[in-house]
């Protein structure tokens, strides 16, 4: 990335969200983040597959709840925009969509105006708080979202980021216990259960760098919709979540996605 980077912007050590940024073929990244996604590339050269396939699947369960009548939407782990954005598609269904955004990375606020494009008919909004800090991220949404109507909570390649001590579990269920009935959880989330060495290497050389890798089987990664309804098919490997609803990414089948995804409804 070129210039100054944007006050309190961390460059000495890397940022997932630059990371993804850089596997996505983007620019809003520094080398130290090139460095580890180069370091991540030499144990598996399909990281930016992964990447793709997270962001695809975005898609794909977005156009779904939009096709069944979700209009809002909390986004947290927005990451550095790469059209479309979740409003982007949302809106294509359903011009009168609202979406909230947030994340916690100053790069994201730098280029927040390109998330805030949205239909006349609906809405959008970026909030600048931790995912760490549910009631922050209840408090901003609230000026935007109605809690008394359905909300699609996303937390799309985040929640491998939060580790178990950091209160993974009890921060999902904190947001959802101020949606309403009728409310989805999409998530997308990595995994070891296919990769187990690859892996173990990843998460030691991200923590050396400071960087937490919370990687969780499948039963683990299914805790998370406790006492929520799946929509079929359930809990998939990522790409295999409703295809037809997207376009596959190049390179998608030459091996097994180590991340698996799912949507569900609060009853």
């Not at 520094?30 to 898609?59: K, T």
Request: net charge negative; aromatic share 6%.
């Amino acid at each position: 990335m070129t210039g100054q980077p944007p006050t309190g912007t961390d460059t000495g050590k890397p940022h997932p969200a630059r990371m993804y940024d850089w596997y996505l073929g983007g620019k809003d990244n520094y080398p130290v983040d090139e460095e580890m996604g180069r370091q991540m590339l030499a144990l598996d050269p399909r990281v930016p597959v992964m990447a793709r396939v997270n962001r695809a699947f975005m898609h794909r369960a977005t156009r779904w709840l939009a096709q069944n009548g979700v209009r809002q939407f909390l986004d947290i782990g927005t990451g550095i925009p790469t059209e479309p954005n979740l409003h982007q598609i949302a809106q294509a269904v359903a011009p009168d969509a609202r979406v909230v955004y947030c994340d916690n990375d100053p790069i994201v606020l730098a280029h927040a105006a390109a998330l805030l494009r949205s239909s006349d008919a609906g809405a959008t909004e970026y909030l600048q708080a931790d995912a760490r800090d549910p009631e922050a991220i209840l408090d901003g949404a609230r000026k935007v979202l109605d809690f008394g109507r359905p909300v699609a909570l996303s937390l799309v390649a985040l929640l491998h980021f939060v580790s178990d001590a950091d209160g993974a579990h009890a921060l999902v269920d904190r947001l959802l216990s101020e949606l309403p009935s009728g409310s989805y959880l999409m998530v997308t989330h990595a995994t070891a259960d296919f990769t187990p060495e690859e892996s173990a290497a990843a998460i030691e050389k991200l923590k050396a760098a400071g960087v937490t890798l919370a990687l969780r089987s499948r039963a683990e990664f299914t805790r998370f919709f406790d006492g929520l309804d799946l929509v079929e098919p359930g809990v998939a490997v990522v790409h295999e979540w409703h295809p037809e609803l997207g376009e596959p990414v190049p390179g998608q089948d030459d091996g097994v996605i180590p991340g698996y995804g799912a949507v569900a409804r609060k009853p």
